[in-house]
């Protein structure tokens, strides 16, 4: 899941449907369009939709090219909304003269509201040279960049050096208790996604950044954000909405989220990130460039250099801070009575190497009222960085010139969090690697999580093809 930043363009309230220079693709194109669509159109939001029916989809396309029933594997609990939400496992044979390298993506979505979007967010639209649909972005054209790349070494009788291991995966997004993906994988079947492997290249994460509208990079990621979330509750005795009181549970909670919105945690820089804007400062020019070379020397950063950079966009703000942001509120009980209670959702999104006591001990401080009750709604799970080879770092730089020129290959810390963080912690490194290029200063280049999300078309007729290079390079 790649999150820089989430904006409506009032410009798509004049799209339609339209297929344009859909006669010109290529086979291979055709190919992953078709699967792109048949992905979109199946909803895998947990609530109202089915990973299982996604999985079921894909596997009867596996079997159709060609793979062993026993190499094809739809696994995930059997018990209530889980049963609809289960995990697509698909072994590539090679000639065993390398370790298996497992390749991962998720399948499920974040929820739709369909009044809110422009397009119904489960029909794939082409317009414009994009295409919108729930998951276009996060990651449905990931997995369909999977899919596909296997699908043609098969039809062309390619053998890899070692086999590939393909996993898409239920609860990424946190649908129901998130106990239905990865980390149930990890925990009932690593036998079928974690033998004999030597890394694992996840294209929920990395990818390449785009200045005006030019290629510049390929970012890997190394590292990544840990996720958590926290529940601050008031409390009140209620009462006839006739006669107000001043102690209201909705003012109460509101003031602490006023302080806490107006709250930012202390810059810091990690390994991955000194990197990150070392390689990028190289890249720019004038202050930009400046501000970047300041950031990748030293212990701690200047902080007023981090702030201009911070203020340059969402995306550089959130790899120099933790960042907490309330995402959901619920309270009150009838539009005639005082509210008994309020609860609002806090998401963060700790920095590695900080320690989540730390940041919920920083959370108390800033909201300084203890009428606000702070629990856990999740439990942390850190994500050691994963340091790229030279031999995988070569391979990358390679097949990306081969498409888009010769382009630095820049560590890339995910501001967001990805299934990665359970196969780190299983010892097994990745290294987020995508086809597909934006620009993180662009507000509508990324859509992840958002309101008609799309990608670019020509973007994604790029990455299946970026996909299906490197995976034979490999």
């Known amino acids: 899941m790649r999150i820089r930043t989430q904006l409506l363009s009032a410009a798509l309230v004049a799209l339609v449907t339209s297929p344009a220079g859909a006669q010109s693709l290529t086979p291979y194109q055709k190919l992953g369009r078709d699967l792109l669509r048949e992905l979109v159109e199946t909803n895998t939001e947990f609530s109202n939709g089915s990973t299982t029916k996604a999985a079921a989809l894909l ?22 909304k889980d049963a609809k939400n289960k ?39 082409e317009k414009d040279g994009h295409f919108y649909g729930r998951g276009t972005l996060d990651m449905k054209n990931g997995v369909a960049s999977w899919v596909a790349a296997f699908l043609r070494m098969k039809e062309e009788h390619f053998v890899p050096a070692g086999d590939y291991i393909l996993a898409l995966t239920a609860g990424e997004e946190g649908g129901g208790d998130g106990y239905v993906g990865m980390d149930w994988l990890v925990a009932h079947h690593r036998d079928l996604i974690a033998k004999d492997v030597g890394y694992v290249l996840n294209a929920d994460a990395g990818g390449g950044e785009l200045r005006d509208d030019k290629p510049v990079s390929m970012d890997v990621q190394a590292a990544e954000k840990v996720f958590q979330t926290y529940h601050l509750t008031v409390t009140n005795k209620g009462g006839h909405s006739s006669q107000p009181e001043k102690d209201n549970a909705i003012y109460r909670l509101s003031a602490a989220l006023g302080r806490l919105g107006a709250y930012e945690f202390p810059y810091q820089l990690n390994g991955v990130t000194r990197q990150y804007f070392a390689r990028s400062a190289e890249l720019n020019t004038g202050a930009l460039a400046a501000e970047m070379r300041a950031m990748s020397v030293g212990d701690s950063p200047d902080t007023v250099l981090a702030g201009r950079l911070a203020a340059r966009s ?103 969090a990805t299934d990665g963080l359970f196969l780190r912690n299983a010892g097994l490194p990745v290294y987020g690697v995508s086809g597909y290029f934006a620009d993180p200063n662009k507000p509508d280049d990324n859509r992840a999580h958002g309101l008609n999300e799309r990608i670019s078309v020509k973007g994604f007729y790029d990455q299946i093809e970026f996909t299906y290079r490197l995976l034979k390079a490999l």
Request: hydrophobic content about 45%.
């Open 87 to 125: 995990n697509l496992i698909v072994r590539f044979r090679g000639r065993g003269a390398r370790k298996a390298i497992l390749l991962i993506g998720h399948l499920d979505v974040v929820e739709a509201r369909r009044a809110d979007w422009v397009l119904d967010p489960f029909t794939l639209n």
């Open 314 to 416: 969402p995306y550089y703000n959130a790899q120099l801070r933790t960042t907490c942001v309330a995402t959901m509120i619920d309270g009150g009980h009838a539009v005639n009575a005082l509210p008994q209670r309020v609860t609002a959702t806090v998401n963060c999104r700790i920095l590695p190497g900080v320690e989540a006591v730390t940041v919920e001990r920083t959370l108390r401080s800033v909201v300084a009222d203890t009428a606000v009750k702070i629990t856990l709604a999740d439990t942390a799970v850190a994500s050691p960085p994963s340091i790229l080879p030279t031999a995988v770092d070569s391979v990358i730089r390679s097949v990306t010139a081969s498409i888009w020129g010769a382009l630095p290959v820049v560590p890339d810390m995910e501001t967001g």
């Open 59 to 80: 596997a009867a396309r596996f079997r159709a090219a060609g793979f062993p029933a026993a190499d094809i594997s739809i696994v995930g609990p059997d018990t209530g």
